[in-house]
């Protein structure tokens, strides 16, 4: 049976709507890019869902991730998704290993007492390179730190590093573009402690003074103009006392703006580029695309970026 919310948590919903209206109704001109609004039409319905529905939210999130139910239901590829998880977490401390949340509808496999989906997969990737190159202990070392994402989609990023560093005293600060806030807001308003989380629009970035000990991008920066990515860059480099994280493609294929991001993070960080382990089968398919279909898609880059000494 389908999970429906509460009345408490349809309150919940109903007032994280009127907060984004607010924000659509004050946002000045020119704080999108002309691939967002393409992208950002495609959801608005959103705002009309009945609040009762947003049980099913992560039925929605294709928009960012191109996860879709129908790969689960069917178990199409069950096979190979449970050898990738087992991949990833083989050699992880057990604390690391990400499940997703109980609270709403879950959409993907369960497996012993884990539930997991392929976004759960793509962030644990994250966390295993934020643990293996040592950042996570580094940051468990300090008493208090924050941590902000830039176009964090759903969430599903933050509700992860909150629930593997519950003893660590950490203000998130989400930023993003209000129509993408009605997610990340209502899937932790859901899921998570939302005491320490700040959504911020992004028309409203540069009123931003604090410093960051995590800074974490993911397929974001690609989709940018030059304008909007020199104004974070700049901005990370003047506050960053810690780590950029970057999983980007040097520039999104529908974005008419000429931009290089690996170019402009090497401009202002010492980067450090993670290179990703491949099997055997992975390898010669990328091979065939290359030498043989000639249309090997762009391939994202994963850095850690340190303020250069």
Not at 82 to 105: H, N, Q, Y
Not at 211 to 232: G, R, S, W
Not at 269 to 287: G, M, N, T, Y
């Amino acid at each position: 049976m389908m999970k429906r919310l509460d009345r408490s948590d349809c309150e919940k919903i109903k007032r994280i709507k009127n907060e984004v209206r607010a924000m659509l109704e004050e946002r000045p001109d020119g704080y999108k890019s002309s691939l967002e609004n393409l992208a950002c039409e495609k959801f608005e319905y959103l705002m009309g869902l009945d609040e009762q529905y947003f049980a099913q939210l992560r039925y929605h999130t294709y928009y960012f991730d191109s996860d879709n139910y129908l790969g689960y239901f069917a178990g199409l590829y069950e096979t190979r998704d449970l050898a990738r998880w087992k991949s990833l977490t083989e050699g992880i401390p057990r604390w690391l290993v990400l499940s997703d949340p109980s609270s709403i509808e879950h959409m993907g496999y369960t497996w012993g007492e884990y539930l997991i989906s392929q976004n759960t997969m793509r962030f644990q990737g994250i966390v295993n390179t934020l643990y293996r190159e040592g950042i996570l202990d580094e940051l468990k070392k300090r008493k208090h730190i924050k941590v902000m994402e830039i176009g964090a989609g759903y969430g599903g990023l933050i509700y992860n590093l909150q629930k593997i560093l519950p003893d660590v005293a950490i203000e998130f600060t989400i930023v993003d573009l209000p129509e993408t806030l009605l997610f990340s807001k209502s899937y932790l308003a859901l899921t998570a402690n939302t005491e320490k989380i700040k959504f911020l629009p992004n028309y409203k970035f540069n009123t931003l003074r604090d410093q960051y000990d995590l800074v974490l991008n993911i397929a974001t920066f690609q989709q940018l103009t030059k304008e909007q990515l020199d104004m974070y860059l700049d901005f990370i480099q003047k506050n960053l006392r810690g780590w950029l994280y970057s999983q980007n493609v040097d520039r999104y294929r529908l974005n008419p703006s000429p931009i290089n991001v690996s170019e402009e993070l090497k401009k202002r960080f010492s980067v450090k580029e993670i290179h990703q382990k491949r099997d055997a089968k992975r390898i010669a398919k990328d091979l065939i695309k290359k030498y043989i279909l000639r249309r090997l898609p762009p391939g994202y880059h994963e850095y850690i970026c340190t303020t250069k000494s």
